[in-house]
């Protein structure tokens, strides 16, 4: 079952603008992760953000976390060709040990 | 490092036939995950070994498909016997449980049933 899900599905934008794709979950959290999967590659570890934070970045990405919302967002700045790709995100309830919960993704196209 | 490892890349297999996928996880890492990923049901988490002891296989689709962790540096996926159905993109992940740095893929096997 899905725990996370992603929203919106597919998003489109012209690079050098922002990329905001959006993640709701069902259940209380140990942490939140997103991924990035390039066509045809497996999945990269993006950035981790605990239940006691409320925003992180990492060069141009910005996450959030609303734990009241139970609701994540991930922000691509300055958004590249390069960052074509589908974004996933995964939370780690808990009660869970180390198994993650994958949602559905976000199909992110960067035009030239 | 060279990551987590997974073999074959690529399989074309005939319906009926066994099919056996490999996966060498990063070492010092102490869970493996095994994934299935297709358009129409995204990922899915077929089965989570932690020091190679499987904890929950609930995502196993039938008895079609096992799963063994002989050692820590090992794991495959067997599927026996297959069906077109079967046809995805099969991944193994490794991660050192509440790591900040989550899961490592592995590049996936593309399974075709035909």
């Known amino acids: 079952s899905q725990q996370g899900e992603e929203d919106p599905q597919a998003l489109s934008i012209q690079e050098g603008e922002n990329a905001t794709m959006n993640c709701s979950y069902k259940t209380s959290i140990n942490n939140l992760q997103w991924y990035r999967q390039n066509s045809g590659r497996g999945l990269v570890h993006l950035i981790l953000?605990?239940?006691?934070?409320r925003e992180k970045h990492s060069g141009r990405l910005r996450v959030t976390l609303d734990t009241s919302k139970k609701s994540s967002s991930l922000l691509i700045t300055a958004s590249r060709a390069a960052d074509t790709a589908s974004y996933f995100c995964?939370?780690?309830?808990?009660?869970?040990?180390?198994?993650?919960?994958f949602g559905g993704g976000t199909r992110l196209m960067v035009k030239p | 490092d060279a990551g987590v490892i997974q073999s074959p890349r690529h399989e074309v297999t005939e319906m009926g036939q066994e099919v056996t996928l490999r996966c060498k996880p990063i070492s010092g890492h102490n869970s493996l995950f095994w994934y299935r990923q297709t358009m129409m049901r995204g990922l899915e988490l077929l089965i989570y070994?932690?020091?190679?002891?499987?904890?929950?296989d609930s995502g196993m689709p039938e008895d079609r498909f096992s799963a063994k962790m002989p050692n820590a540096s090992f794991s495959t996926l067997k599927i026996q016997p297959s069906e077109p159905r079967d046809s995805a993109v099969y991944f193994c992940?490794?991660?050192?449980?509440?790591?900040?740095?989550?899961?490592?893929f592995g590049s996936g096997t593309r399974l075709t049933v035909v």
């Open positions: 995964a939370t780690l309830g808990n009660n869970a040990g180390n198994m993650l919960t």
């Open positions: 070994f932690n020091n190679n002891v499987p904890i929950d």
């Open positions: 953000i605990r239940s006691n934070e």
């Open positions: 992940a490794s991660s050192v449980p509440l790591s900040n740095y989550g899961y490592t």
